[in-house]
Nanobody
Framework: QVQLVESGGGLVQPGGSLRLSCAAS????IGWFRQAPGKEREGVSS????????YYADSVKGRFTISRDNAKNTVYLQMNSLKPEDTAVYYC????????????????????WGQGTQVTVSS
């Protein structure tokens, strides 16, 4: 059973920063999704293992940065200039299937999920 381990959520004031971590290895794509109360889970960012290609949703572009540390088998999501609308449960997702196109934006594109970590942006 594959397990993705996320960490790094918490409470932060607007304009603050958080870094989420996802321990995962051997996957073709790692993505971050988020789900706010009463809303659908949405793709936030993703990174392709083969060449490091990245994707960002328009709502986070310029504020969030996805990166990977291959030595630690960990993918990070650095979140800066956080806004109250960023409040959600953030999920790490992993794709095991080969990549045929880019980016992968939908839940069905991913095969494994973490348990989620709460991010709350509030003063």
């Amino acid at each position: 059973q594959v397990q993705l381990v996320e960490s790094g959520g918490g409470l932060v004031q607007p304009g603050g920063s958080l870094r989420l971590s996802c321990a995962a290895s051997g996957f073709t794509v790692i993505g971050w999704f988020r789900q706010a109360p009463g809303k659908e889970r949405e793709g936030v960012s993703s990174i392709k293992s083969s060449d490091g290609s990245t994707y960002y949703a328009d709502s986070v572009k310029g504020r969030f940065t996805i990166s990977r540390d291959n030595a630690k088998n960990t993918v990070y999501l650095q979140m800066n200039s956080l806004k109250p609308e960023d409040t959600a449960v953030y999920y790490c997702a992993a794709r095991a299937r080969p990549t045929a196109y880019w980016p992968y934006l939908w839940k069905v594109d991913y095969d494994y999920w973490g348990q989620g970590t709460q991010v709350t942006v509030s003063s």
